[in-house]
Every structure is written in structure tokens, then in C-alpha cells.
């Protein structure tokens, strides 16, 4: 099997550079795309399909009116999982590169105070993994070491969304240079969550963003690519988790080492096809043994909604199943997003959205810094 650096360089994409227009309706689609779906699915988040069914029956797509799961919740916001994106990008923005001290340190400031600009008193809808992280005494001198002291200790087992929530923005930043997704990805991934399918995961939505960018409109051909460079990208992630693990404490690599196989177990590349290339016919995926917030299933719910063409009946779809609601629906409707553009998002939601004005000048200031 090739590298991941041979594949990408011996990919032979057909593609058509996208106008200045056309890409930046394709970069707002994916933001905003994002952002609704975050803002609907927060109404029923960890509710029951049959509570979801009741609550969404005979009712327009709103963010207005109605209770909603979410404590503290107003009327047309997001959730952390737009937050954290946006984290990502205005780092970026400010620096110019990618860069997860940076990141972990807006992580903190923002979980304990928001974004104040926009009269928020501190970060909410933080998963339990995340919270843990940023907890650690070690996360703002080095990420990666505290997820990563998080992770064994949990028996190296937190396949969570944490990471692909957040990193789609990613494919973005450096679109032309699918190398330096796969990188970028992997480093913001891991600031928080060292599971090799949280970071697969969040390379494989990163990667799909940048191929639509770059132009190219087969949907099959983008799943085919993103899942290609993704095993690959696993394959060296396990490698490195060996030198990573030499970081941590003695009792720590013990656990580590105990764990191994399992990791390597779950991490099988025919596990993340089922999920990238899911065979959807009656269910959003196929499989969902590991229940709620699983990043796989996030991962195929997201490349699910890429496949459909209305983005108002696909969000529907996945609010409607409840669980991990606004996660899967802020993923699915920014992969959506990006193919289909902002021009075909409904302006009836967009106009909801409390903080629209603000999402539109990042979405500006980015597009301005990355389109060549």
C-alpha cells in the first residue's frame, strides 16, 4: 500500500477551479450549514427518536419558541460545536497557522468566559471528555500530553466527537494541500481527543471539505479519496502513539501497552468504511453498537447528509433520531453545506440565527485570507 504522502501526490484530481463567488458560497454553506443544524439539533439533544418524532411532528424547522434541551439556551444560538469551530478558525486568523497551544489556551478562556463579544458569561454544551482536558494540569503547556493522559487513562478507549465536531474548518484553511489538512486535522484532533477514530474521523470531514473546494463535485470520488487518505492517516497515527506514549508517566505506558491490541483492534480500516461509505436505506448507518456520541456514528451521519440533496428535509432526518442531535446535525450540515453552497440553505433559518452577522464576517475575513 502506497504512503499517505505517495497517494496524495499521485492523485490525478479532474477538478475546475472554483470562482471567487462559487467558493465563497461553498465556505458560507459549510459555516452556516454548520451553525443551523448546531442550533436545531440543541432543541433535542440526548432526547429519545420517540420524543424527538413528537416534539418536530407538524412543526416548521424553527429556532424560535418551544422548550428546548439545552439549559440556557436562546432562541436562534448555537452550541459549543460551532463555537469550538469558530475557535479554530480565528486562531488561525490571528497567527496564520495551526497551532493547538493557542487553541487550548482560547479553549480555556472561552469555556470561562465565552465569547464576550457577543455577551456570552462562559462556554456551554461541553462533552465530558473535553471538560476533563482542559481540566488537566498539563493542557495549556502541551494539548496533545493531557488528551493523551486522559485517554489511557480511560483504558484508551474514547472514540467521542469531541474532535470531529470542530476540525471540519480545517479543510478550509488549507484546502490546496491536502498534506497540511491531514496534519492540521491530526494536531487539533488530538488537543483534546488521542482515540485514533476520533482523530480518523475528524481527518476524514476535514479531507471531503477541502476536496469539495478544490472543485471536485463526485460525491463517490470525494468519499472514495477521504477514506483513502484516512486509513492511511490512522496507520501512522498508531504508529505514533508509541513515541507519543513515551511522554507520559511509567504506570500510564503500562496501561497503554495493556491496551494495544485493542486499539489496533478498533482502529480497523474495514470498520471505517462502513462508516464513511455507509449503505443507507432505512437507517442514517449502519451500525450503532456504540451508542450516543460515538464519532463513528457521527462520521456516518455526516457523510449520510452529503449524499442527500435538500438540506432541509436531510437536517429533519437527523434531528428526528435525537441522541448526539446537534453534533450530527452541525457535521452533516456543513459537509451538505459545502457541496451545495449558502445560496441553497433556507434564508428562513440563516435569518434566525442569533449571531449571523458575526459567523458572515469570519466567513468573509476567511474566505478573503485563503481564496488565490
Known sequence: MASLQDYISQLNLITEKLTKEEFSDKIKGSLFGMAIGDALGARTEFVS???????????????????????????????????????????????????????????KHWLDHGFEELGDTGGCGVGAVTQEVISHEKF?????????????????NLARTGAIMRTHGLGMIDYEDLGAVVRSAILMAKATHSDPRSVGSAVAVSVSISLMLKGLRNIEQVLDIAYEITRRAMEDYLNQLDT????????????????????????NPEILRKYIRPSIENDLIPLEEEGDGYTYKCMGVGFWGLSQND???MIRRVITEGGDADTNAAVAG????????????????????KHRVWLENIADHLINKIYH
Open 244 to 267: 507519543m506514549t513515551s511522554s507520559i508517566a511509567a504506570e500510564l505506558q503500562n496501561i497503554y501497552l495493556q491496551q494495544k491490541p485493542n486499539i489496533i483492534l478498533s482502529s
Open 140 to 156: 495549556l503547556e502541551s494539548p496533545w500530553i493531557a488528551a493523551l493522559e486522559v485517554f489511557v487513562k480511560r483504558n484508551c
Open 49 to 107: 427518536k420517540e420524543k424527538c418524532i413528537e416534539f418536530w411532528q407538524n412543526k416548521p424547522l424553527s429556532m424560535l419558541g418551544w422548550e428546548c434541551s439545552m439549559p440556557n439556551w436562546e432562541e436562534g444560538d448555537w452550541s459549543d460545536d460551532t463555537d469550538q469551530t469558530l475557535l479554530i478558525i480565528l486562531s488561525w486568523l490571528a497567527l496564520e497557522r495551526v497551532d493547538d497551544t493557542d487553541f487550548g489556551a482560547r479553549l
Open 334 to 353: 456543513s459537509l451538505l453545506g459545502c457541496r451545495i453552497g449558502y445560496s441553497q440553505l433556507p434564508q428562513s433559518l440563516i435569518l434566525q440565527l
Open 311 to 313: 438540506y432541509s428535509t
